[in-house]
């Protein structure tokens, strides 16, 4: 039984995945729009210019009275993947059923108008890890944060059959911090390459 602190996407660590990794396509894609206050807007992160990630996207738009983010969608592979569509819900609605710091994050990365990559671990199917990526977007022809595109790509263990394992970061059974398994790996790109558009996983 799990007593400590559980929450939505636990983080493993933070660091770089390989240049073909789909994350990071999209992370240089975001840098290749940015403009001249600091951030892309709508006009270049559209459908179409989103194509090879689309369904790996989850969109979170900022709400000034209430001061806080509302899952305008929810990326149907990222669905598969956690098993949940929280298409119409609050960053604190996830803060409130995981305990965890979910709608602080989405507005500190809208705040350092910088992308925010990390591995993360998926609290609904424990043994799944993902590379997940946060990107301050502004409306079309805004120039304030107030969109962040969450997007994540499910990472596979090399191993057939093996789940990755350690304990929630924080928890009480725990007395030492959370370390990824090492035979969890990213995708190869080939498998993203298999239907011509990247692949979350389920």
């Given at each position: 039984m799990i007593t400590g602190r559980i929450v939505y996407f636990e983080e493993i660590q933070r660091?770089?995945?390989?240049?073909?990794?789909?994350?990071?396509?999209?992370?240089?894609?975001?840098?290749?729009?940015?403009?001249?206050?600091?951030?892309?807007?709508r006009n270049s992160f559209n459908p179409e210019g989103l194509r090879p990630w689309l369904g790996c996207i989850s969109i979170y738009k900022f709400l000034e009275e209430q001061g806080d983010f509302i899952n305008a969608l929810e990326g149907t592979l990222i669905t598969k993947m956690t098993g949940q569509d929280w298409t119409g819900k609050l960053a604190s609605d996830v803060d409130i059923a995981f305990r965890s710091t979910f709608r602080k994050e989405l507005s500190d990365v809208g705040i350092s108008k910088q992308p925010l990559m990390n591995t993360v671990q998926i609290f609904q199917k424990r043994y799944k890890t993902a590379t997940r990526l946060l990107l301050p977007i502004a409306e079309k022809d805004g120039r304030e944060a107030n969109q962040i595109f969450l997007a994540l790509f499910r990472n596979f263990p090399k191993n057939p059959g093996h789940r990755a394992t350690g304990r929630v970061l924080?928890?009480?059974?725990?007395?030492?911090p959370f370390r990824p398994d090492r035979r969890v790996r990213l995708v190869p790109p080939s498998v993203y390459r298999q239907s011509g558009k990247a692949v979350c996983g389920q």
């Open positions: 660091g770089k995945v390989p240049a073909d990794h789909p994350a990071d396509s999209l992370r240089a894609y975001w840098h290749a729009n940015v403009l001249e206050h600091g951030i892309p807007d924080g928890s009480a059974s725990s007395s030492q």
